[in-house]
């Protein structure tokens, strides 16, 4: 088929705040040889997105200094040696940046299959949450059925995917978020109890709902003080989760509580990380999540979506914490 020389893209143009988001004309990139080219349809908005225009969380070498690191649309073009795909699949693919753009390219095995069930929209708002929790949840958490997980930020993009996930693999699911409604959104979808961290001491609340044993896992995407606090909430050989430091990456921590109950404290990020290992994730992904997104059993919750070039409104919304969900751009 033939592509045209230039796309529509959003810029960052200097950093700063949200009006520094910018329509700009670029040219069409060209995929490698184990790359494909997707005509974008939806892509999602993350908060490394705002960190990145703020100047701080720059894309790793190599990677489109455009925002955006998940998209959702059909292959259009296919490098040499790419194997799986072919021209006109509907996909959704992470990306190291440059989603925010009406083509994006992506390694083959960072692209999955777009869900049956799941409009484009829907899609583009899988990959970087969807990856961020298997990775973190069941890997490096080992969290088993059965056992308890407790959430913050349990109304965010992250949060929405961890209570589901969490709930369909037989765990208890406890949830933070920061009003009566953003509680409610969480238990609705599987949490079994959500408590307003701006009116109640999650440590004491949920150290009763454990009968004073314990949470197992925590995701933690706040960091600062919380971190003493998770610590003191775990449960004997329970492990803390830290990928995000939304109050500061400082935290005073007592050794000694960590040896005597045998805890973890642990975390990463997921944009670094090499394509051989987001391959290996997705490849779990697809054989793990794939047949429940694909049946409707789970789904991400949208909260809105802008048109490509109204990006800025999408960043000030996420910045404001109202939403309960993701945040989407259309192409």
């Not at 040696?81 to 994006?104: E, S």
């Not at 390219?105 to 949450?129: D, H, K, N, R, Y």
């Not at 999650?202 to 925590?218: C, H, K, Q």
Request: glycine share 10%.
């Amino acid at each position: 088929m033939s592509l045209p020389a230039l796309m529509d893209v959003v810029e960052i143009r200097e950093p700063g705040g949200p009006d520094v988001l910018v329509a700009g004309r670029r040219p069409v990139p060209v995929p490698g040889p184990h790359e494909v080219l997707i005509a974008v349809r939806a892509a999602g908005v993350n908060r490394p997105d705002v960190f990145q225009r703020m100047g701080r969380y720059a894309p790793p070498p190599g990677a489109s200094d455009l925002p955006g690191l998940e998209v959702a649309g059909e292959v259009v073009a296919c490098g040499r040696d790419v194997v799986r795909w072919r021209v006109g699949d509907r996909v959704c693919a992470l990306l190291a940046g440059g989603g925010y753009a009406a083509y994006a390219v992506a390694p083959e095995g960072q692209c999955l299959p777009q869900p049956a069930a799941l409009s484009p929209v829907e899609a583009a708002a899988i990959p970087e949450t969807f990856f961020t929790v298997w990775s973190n949840v069941v890997e490096r958490g080992r969290l088993a059925p059965g056992e308890s997980l407790l959430v913050h930020g349990g109304s965010s993009g992250i949060g929405t995917t961890a209570i589901q996930v969490a709930a369909h693999r037989g765990a208890t699911v406890f949830a933070t978020a920061g009003t009566t409604d953003k509680c409610a959104a969480c238990e609705a979808l599987g949490a079994t109890r959500a408590v307003n961290y701006r009116d109640d001491d999650f440590v004491t609340v949920f150290r009763e709902a454990t009968g004073g044993r314990g949470v197992d896992v925590i995701l933690d995407m706040v960091g600062g003080d919380y971190v003493a606090r998770n610590l003191s909430l775990l449960a004997e050989d329970g492990r803390l989760v830290q990928i995000a430091v939304l109050q500061g990456a400082t935290a005073t921590v007592d050794a000694s509580l960590v040896m005597r109950r045998r805890l973890t404290f642990t975390g990463s990020t997921l944009r670094p990380r090499s394509v051989e290992e987001k391959a290996r994730l997705a490849a779990a992904l697809e054989r793990e999540v794939w047949p429940l997104l694909s049946a409707g059993t789970i789904r991400p919750q949208i909260f809105a979506t802008w048109p490509l070039a109204q990006a800025a409104q999408a960043h000030a919304v996420m910045e404001s914490s109202a939403h309960i969900g993701k945040l989407v751009l259309t192409v």
